[in-house]
């Protein structure tokens, strides 16, 4: 299966396997599938004379060529190099957030470039008995439960083993009780057969009122409990819990000083980190010790109409139109009647959602990495005159909007690296608002959202709508607030036809009006 | 409500748009990256003698002042040799020596002081309090001191019982500290392991119960386990995630530019050319010389340009492109030589000179853009062990200043000339490192402040220190 690797990313193609822009001159292993160690220096055949370059269209990156095309580089063969892929196995009893930081940690490698999926073997569990009927099922000494629990995670381990070994996934997430050393014994081997390292999360809580929380806000919905009052949930769920904490045995310092894992104990209070291998678990560490569960809230704007909006130029760094300067005060309006404790607010470096900013009266931070994509050579242009002096470069973005780099510009995939540090700092903070612009606002969007990369260059932001986002249970609850100030509208659709050779009119179709 | 339009108008320096009037919504004028921490923070040290708490102190220090967080290092040890004579003996250091007890506890405060006013008076915003620490009452006396004064406290506790470990950590620093000048190797250790026994009888380790309210990072030897409790804010979890990336393994840093460009020839900045001739000579001379350094899982990385590429084609391994490590962008610059942008850009050309490091080129970077830029290859240069980096000269310069502790002022005009390899090797408190020329011709790239910075100077003055060109 030939996958396009000409990933960039920098920290994706670090934690990335064998498709990183890696050219190799020697004949490396010929893979069974095996874990091969990389070649050292010595062994690589001496180079003849430097190769060729030629520049990928698409996303502008050097890659070696023969005869004017790029080389399929050999490491491209299925074989684990030094990033083998990783499973990520949670461990801790009922209601203690597994699943919360499953889904989170998965969002997350996903938004950054890392092929990341869950296993929730609950949910397998629920596919193999069809109803549920009570606590009973999880007693330690119901056989019959057992065997159809151990079944239910041998399938899942399953499900993993084809997800990374054939579907070129990298993280696997693992997302079950795991309560026992036995049962992380199995995990274990069954990862060491597979060549995927194993990094244990474990969530340790006894606070009484944290676990009611959880309870109320994920069990009650679950389809275990259709048809169930609250008051008959909760006691039902506290029995549940009762059949796992007798054969518990947490992770220990001592005995299981050689597995890579996470102890997070209290919500995040306090964390035990032992033997992290490697780059994607470093950052593994480091996002699972910046996130909380603290309610808040985040609002997502973009600036004001502004001056090249009006005219249906890209990038710049023009001023507001007299509509953007409305739409300032309406958010300060807005903002008020919302009342939030201790907002802060955050804007880029250009004018546009500076100005915006003043007008909201709230002290503000400016950030250069929420700055616009850079459109490189077409800054400052209309879609009419790209499709007349770049044509090829209109198709190329039309055909792939993620991953195509405006030339001397950015792509949607450079934008995504460049904010993940805003991402990071967003999750430690609480009440946020960011007033940015179109392509980060749709990035940003998409991290909340769990929207792919092919939906995130296309999600609506149109001017002088406010998003207000608001975590919930396993997401985001997303209100959109118009603030009655007309705009232009500056959303593009993808056309039908992409084509390199197609007529200059069927490129402009879906360019919004503009003066 | 009130009208307040407030005009905007952009700092000619960084190209920061700020309120024209004093808005009382922007504390500080125009700064380029975002401001985390309000209260200054103190980081206290805690652990027995040579459990790497000064090399902790320092690379900290250093790593948190590059990337724009003025920090700066308390040594006690320092102000317990510059208050007693010479040093004798561990009996100093006895747990039982009131005399000693007085003077140790003197020292402590002196430097609390010294604390106090590097955050008054020189705006500093982190300060690293490096002592032992060891007992109950001294956290104490810190504890409250930082309350006093509105400081966060972070604790940084270093345990190892490895002997080995401790052994080695004696060799590299204490048998050359200026407490054993002159001593005979053998009765250095032989004290130094004496002084530690002293340490010993009293050390309170931070407890889990009764410091749950302190926050506080626990390193068990060198790394292999952390115990992190109640981080703050910003600072304190970045922090954490640096000291979480570092590891004393031995290893060997390359950085090295691209061969010549052919804009380089022709004296043009910037743009994304090839190599020249003599730039292919380099990259196979660099290929060689790798070779013979036979060195082991060499990882090698490039930027996105065609030149460090064509570079790393050259060696004949497997490289990495890192888009971060592109030369900085000179926006409206780009391609020209110096003499085109004095003649275009005459006081842009000024500014530059007037601050090389906070200049924004007009819809381009600057240097403090580029050190914010380049901070993820940083702490990946930490995790990993041997590297070569093919990169550009800013870019260079920042990676340089990073592991030489260079300042903000010294940075922008480092010396990295091309076909010039520096190899780094840690070593101690700091870095070693060699610089080999490849023996290719090249032209030179690197321009000196010119005398006269001032906007209305003469075009010759400005183009004084241009380097020759085609």
């Given at each position: ?515 | ?449 010119p005398v006269n910075v001032d906007v209305d100077r003469e075009p010759e003055e400005a183009l004084l220190t241009v380097p020759d060109h085609i």
């Amino acid at each position: 299966m030939f996958v396009s690797r000409y990933d960039i990313h920098p920290l994706a193609a670090l934690l990335r396997r064998p498709a990183r822009i890696t050219y190799h001159f020697c004949r490396l292993e010929t893979g069974h599938g095996a874990a091969t160690k990389m070649t050292s220096n010595e062994d690589v055949m001496m180079a003849t004379s430097p190769r060729e370059l030629t520049q990928n269209p698409l996303k502008k990156i050097w890659m070696p060529c023969k005869n004017g095309l790029p080389e399929k580089h050999i490491s491209q063969r299925r074989v684990c190099m030094t990033n083998c892929p990783t499973l990520i196995v949670t461990v801790g009893l009922p209601a203690r957030g597994k699943t919360y930081i499953s889904k989170k940690l998965t969002r997350y490698l996903n938004w950054i470039g890392v092929p990341t999926k869950e296993f929730n073997v609950g949910q397998y569990r629920r596919e193999c008995v069809k109803i549920y009927k009570s606590f009973e099922f999880f007693r330690p000494d119901n056989e019959e439960g057992l065997k159809i629990r151990r079944q239910c995670a041998l399938t899942a381990l399953n499900d993993v083993r084809q997800y990374l070994s054939v579907e070129a996934g990298q993280v696997a997430v693992f997302d079950a009780t795991n309560t026992t050393r036995q049962r992380r014994g199995t995990i274990t081997r069954f990862a060491e057969q597979n060549g995927f390292k194993v990094f244990f999360v474990e969530s340790v809580c006894e606070d009484p009122d944290v676990i009611a929380e959880n309870i109320v806000q994920v069990k009650l919905g679950s389809p275990d409990y259709i048809d169930c009052n609250t008051e008959e949930v909760v006691e039902d769920f506290m029995k549940r819990i009762k059949c796992y904490e007798n054969s518990y045995q947490p992770l220990d310092e001592v005995l299981d000083r050689d597995l890579s894992y996470i102890k997070i104990m209290d919500v995040g209070r306090r964390y035990l980190v032992n033997q992290v291998q490697d780059h994607i678990q470093s950052r593994i560490v480091y996002y699972l010790m910046n996130i909380h569960i603290t309610p808040r809230s985040i609002y997502l704007c973009r600036h004001g109409e502004s001056d090249h909006n009006v005219k249906g130029r890209i990038g710049g760094d023009s001023g507001l139109s007299g509509r953007g300067k409305e739409f300032a005060k309406c958010l300060e309006k807005f903002i008020q009647e919302q009342n939030i404790k201790d907002l802060k607010v955050w804007t880029s470096q250009m004018k546009r959602t500076i100005q915006t900013a003043e007008a909201v009266a709230v002290p503000y931070e400016q950030w250069k990495a929420l700055n616009e994509i850079d459109a490189g050579v077409c800054e400052e242009m209309m879609y009419e005159e790209i499709q007349g002096h770049f044509p090829q470069e209109f198709a190329l973005r039309d055909q792939d909007k993620y991953r195509y780099r405006y030339p001397k510009g950015e792509s949607y995939e450079d934008l995504v690296q460049r904010l993940e540090p805003v991402i990071m700092e967003l999750e430690r903070q609480e009440n946020v608002l960011v007033i940015c612009h179109q392509a980060v606002m749709r990035c940003l969007l998409a991290y909340f959202l769990d929207k792919s990369a092919e939906e995130l260059p296309y999600l609506k932001c149109p001017l002088h709508t406010v998003l207000k986002l608001t975590p919930v249970a396993y997401g985001c609850k997303v209100e959109s607030v118009f603030l009655n100030v007309e705009a232009v509208n500056t959303h593009r659709d993808r056309p039908e036809n992409v084509d390199t050779s197609r007529m200059p009119e069927e490129a402009l179709f879906t360019v919004p009006a503009h003066q | 409500m009130s009208q307040r339009q407030t005009k905007l108008t952009q700092n000619p320096l960084e190209k920061i748009w700020i309120p024209s009037m004093s808005s009382k919504l922007y504390r500080r004028r125009g700064s380029t990256v975002p401001q985390f921490t309000n209260s200054p923070t103190m980081i206290v040290m805690v652990g027995l003698p040579a459990r790497g708490k000064t090399y902790i102190s320092k690379k900290l220090t250093r790593y948190l002042n590059w990337i724009g967080v003025p920090t700066k290092v308390f040594n006690v040890g320092q102000y317990r040799r510059d208050a007693t004579q010479s040093y004798k003996s561990y009996e100093f250091f006895r747990p039982d020596n009131q005399e000693a007890m007085k003077i140790r506890k003197a020292c402590a405060i002196a430097a609390l002081k010294d604390v106090c006013a590097y955050f008054m008076q020189e705006q500093g915003q982190v300060a690293v309090f490096d002592a032992t620490n060891t007992t109950i009452e001294r956290r104490e006396v810190i504890l409250s001191f930082a309350k006093e004064n509105g400081y966060k406290v972070f604790f940084i506790e270093s345990l190892c019982d490895d002997p080995e470990i401790i052994a080695e950590n004696i060799k590299q620093v204490k048998l050359s500290s200026p407490d054993y000048a002159g001593c005979d190797k053998e009765d250095a250790v032989a004290d130094f392991l004496k002084r530690i026994e002293c340490y010993k009888v009293t050390y309170i380790s931070l407890n889990d119960e009764k410091d749950r309210s302190l926050s506080y990072i626990k390193i068990f030897n060198v790394g292999s386990r952390y115990l992190v409790n109640r981080v703050q804010d910003h600072i304190q979890s970045r922090i954490v995630y640096y000291l979480m990336n570092i590891h004393v393994a031995p290893r060997f840093i390359y950085l090295t530019r691209h061969g010549e460009s052919e804009l380089n020839l022709v004296g043009r900045i910037g743009g994304d050319s090839g190599l020249s001739p003599r730039g292919n000579k380099f990259a196979s001379a660099l290929g060689g010389y790798i070779r013979s350094q036979c060195i082991r899982d060499l990882k090698v990385w490039t930027s996105h340009m065609k030149r460090t590429i064509q570079t790393a084609e050259g060696l004949g391994v497997p490289y990495e492109q890192w888009k971060a490590l592109n030369e900085i962008d000179a926006g409206v610059c780009e391609e020209m030589t110096y003499e085109e942008i004095q003649d275009h850009y005459p006081e842009e050309f000024a500014l530059r000179d007037q601050n090389k490091y906070r200049y924004r080129y007009p819809k381009g970077e600057s240097y403090e853009d580029l050190v914010q830029r380049l901070e993820p290859v940083i702490m990946e240069l930490e995790r990993q062990e041997n590297v070569l980096v093919v990169c550009h000269q800013a870019v260079m310069r920042c990676l340089l200043a990073y592991f030489l502790d260079k300042s903000a002022a010294e940075l922008p005009y480092l010396k990295c000339p091309l076909h010039t390899v520096l190899k780094l090797t840690p070593v101690a408190y700091g870095c070693k490192v060699e610089s080999i020329f490849l023996n290719i011709e090249a032209v030179n790239t690197h321009r000196d402040k010119p005398v006269n910075v001032d906007v209305d100077r003469e075009p010759e003055e400005a183009l004084l220190t241009v380097p020759d060109h085609i």
